[in-house]
């Protein structure tokens, strides 16, 4: 069967509720293999005031294929005050400040509830702020960010990265409405060592189904550490 927008292959799906220090219960959902995972991922979305949420299509689809195609567990949340299918998170929107909260809850029940082995944060447009802002959880394995537009996160948040040697992948699309991959090469040049990936005709939003795949080719390797790309059909 080729693979396409509307994919969905076996795992077990499971949803859940995690309530954040400052007290806002965040809903989510975790996507199993069927057999042992080979590592997982932490989805963490794109702007809710501009439609994200856990249900963003690169993250909706990487629950629906990853589990089964590369033995990916997949974790996907609604920050607070965001709605999807799953349901509503309490609390309001902050631009990404008290979002710390929510960044810190889910990691630590990926790790003392999930007891997640081979876990990497991965951040979307907004999601790539909280992830490089807040992700310093010292349990996971580091950063994949996808579009990142640096829209709030300062020269000196980034500095941080250079203290904590873990990798960060940064794919940036060629088309990009905010950070093109010249203009990120000179932003990001304050951490040597983060790896920018340029990826010719992609957008912003990863429309497209060549776009889905290779972001999702992208994870999978970053995450098993095996350079190949996910078949096109399965």
């Known amino acids: 069967m080729r693979v396409g ?9 499971t949803p859940f509720h995690v309530t954040t220090k400052d007290g806002v219960v965040l809903v989510g959902e975790v996507a199993t293999p069927l057999q042992k995972s080979k590592g997982a991922i932490l989805c963490l979305h794109p702007l809710p005031t501009a439609g994200g949420m856990m249900d963003s299509h690169i993250y909706k689809k990487a629950a629906n294929r990853l589990p089964a195609m590369a033995d990916i567990t997949v974790v996907r949340f609604n920050t607070r005050g965001t709605t999807s299918e799953a349901g509503t998170s309490t609390g309001e ?3 990404g400040i008290a979002e710390h909260y929510d960044v810190e809850a889910m990691l630590t029940y990926c790790f003392d509830e999930l007891k997640l082995e081979n876990l990497w944060v991965v951040g979307w447009s907004f999601g790539t702020d909280l992830a490089l802002q807040h992700a310093k959880d010292p349990r996971h394995k580091g950063l994949i960010l ?9 020269d000196e948040q980034l500095k941080y990265w250079n203290s904590d040697l873990r990798p960060i992948t940064a794919l940036v699309p060629e088309l990009d409405d905010y950070l093109k991959p010249d203009q990120a090469r000179e932003r990001f040049a304050i951490v040597p060592t983060l790896k920018i990936v340029a990826v010719d005709e992609a957008k912003h939003l990863w429309l497209g189904e060549p776009s889905v795949h290779r972001v999702l080719s992208e994870i999978t390797s970053i995450v098993t550490g095996k350079e190949e790309k996910l078949p096109l059909e399965f």
């Not at 927008?5 to 799906?13: A, D, E, L």
Request: hydrophobic content about 30%; aromatic content about 10%; proline content about 19%.
């Open 5 to 13: 927008p509307g994919s969905i292959f076996p795992s077990v799906r």
């Open 146 to 154: 996808l579009s990142p537009p640096l829209r709030t996160t300062t």
């Open 93 to 95: 929107f902050d631009n």
